[in-house]
């Protein structure tokens, strides 16, 4: 499925998790919370009335963060990722992500922006996904 036309519904979203294995990314998100008329049939909201599901990278090719090339695994350090901007091009991805720590952990407030060039960019949409973790 193409979410292209919903990734602005995406900003004040959610990163729920980073999966990244060889030259696959999945990144399990959520949208903010939009009305149900805003949507076509072709996809379906979750009970507290957001997109959820699994962005998935294939053949990944070159990964940036911070404008700066990246040649590790992608991981969820942090307890929550907000999504502020997410753009969805024809080979790749950029998203941009303010992560933060909850107590007990040490505080953290940290802004990193990744792009992602790949050759295949594609959505699952699983309107459970928050109620599986």
Avoid: C
């Amino acid at each position: 499925m193409n979410i292209s036309k919903y990734s602005a519904f995406f900003h004040d979203g959610s990163i729920m998790d980073i999966r990244h294995t060889k030259d696959k990314i999945e990144f399990f998100m959520a949208s903010a919370e939009m009305d149900r008329e805003d949507v076509g049939d072709d996809i379906h909201l979750s009970k507290d009335d957001s997109i959820q599901g699994k962005l998935h990278i294939e053949g990944v090719k070159n990964i940036k963060i911070n404008k700066k090339t990246f040649r590790g695994v992608i991981k969820k350090i942090y307890d929550n990722g907000r999504i502020f901007d997410f753009e969805i091009k024809k080979n790749g991805v950029e998203i941009s992500i303010d992560w933060v720590n909850f107590p007990p952990k040490n505080e953290v407030d940290e802004f990193t922006v990744i792009e992602i060039e790949a050759k295949k960019i594609w959505w699952e949409n699983i309107p459970d996904l928050a109620d599986q973790e």
